[in-house]
T-cell receptor
């Protein structure tokens, strides 16, 4: 069974631009979560989608948004990029929501904002 | 509010030696605990988790951890490390079993360097 895939793996943008990242979960998984990882702030939860609905959102500004499609693939969008948005963005999927279900992480998309 | 502290940012250890990575948490209610490993340029992989039951939890790759409620700790151990264990390890805690992962707080990570 294929793992979680994220595209693109690397991205360079400039301040003010917007970016869209994609995540394809493991087949059959309906829950997708997004995380931001930076050296300064560590791992922080962005949002979680389940069956095309956003279930939870972390403490991030409205510039960060996401969606999930009927095939469970998910995208996250960051508008008006700032230097501080440079990070590794991780996507994780699980069969259903809830910490009793193991999350499987993708390799991440490394975003550099210049 | 919950928090988790990984006391060591880096731990060097010789190959085939034992290792312990320390994790302490703070919470006023029952907790659920996780250890993840992150290899360079990869995402996180779950090593083990404690939700309930036996306080000694066995995970993948020969790792185990012990939940100690009185000392609010969840230290990760391996009796004999291999070069391939070189990675960053994250401890995480949540108090919401029925909730999603939005309530999980991650530690700052411990880099394990295995020396040949």
């Amino acid at each position: 069974k294929a793992g979680v895939t994220q595209t693109p793996r690397y991205l360079i943008k400039t301040r003010g631009q917007q970016v869209t990242l994609s995540c394809s979960p493991i087949s059959g998984h309906r829950s997708v979560s997004w995380y931001q990882q930076t050296p300064g702030q560590g791992l922080q939860f962005l949002f979680e989608y389940f069956s095309e609905t956003q279930r939870n959102k972390g403490n991030f500004p409205g510039r960060f948004s996401g969606r999930q499609f009927s095939n469970s693939r998910s995208e996250m969008n960051v508008s008006t990029l700032e230097l501080g948005d440079s990070a590794l963005y991780l996507c994780a999927s699980s069969s259903i929501a809830g910490v009793q279900e193991t999350q499987y992480f993708g390799p991440g998309t490394r975003l550099l904002v210049l | 509010a919950q928090s988790v502290t990984q006391l060591d940012s880096q731990v060097p250890v010789f190959e085939e030696a034992p290792v312990e990575l320390r994790c302490n948490y703070s919470s006023s209610v029952s907790v659920y605990l996780f250890w993840y490993v992150q290899y360079p340029n990869q995402g996180l992989q779950l090593l083990l988790k404690y939700l309930s039951g036996s306080t000694l939890v066995k995970g993948i790759n020969g790792f185990e951890a012990e939940f100690n409620k009185s000392q609010t700790s969840f230290h990760l151990r391996k009796p004999s490390v291999h070069i391939s264990d070189t990675a960053e390890y994250f401890c995480a805690v949540t108090t919401g079993r029925s909730g999603g992962y939005q309530k999980v707080t991650f530690g700052t990570g411990t880099k394990l360097q295995v020396i040949p």
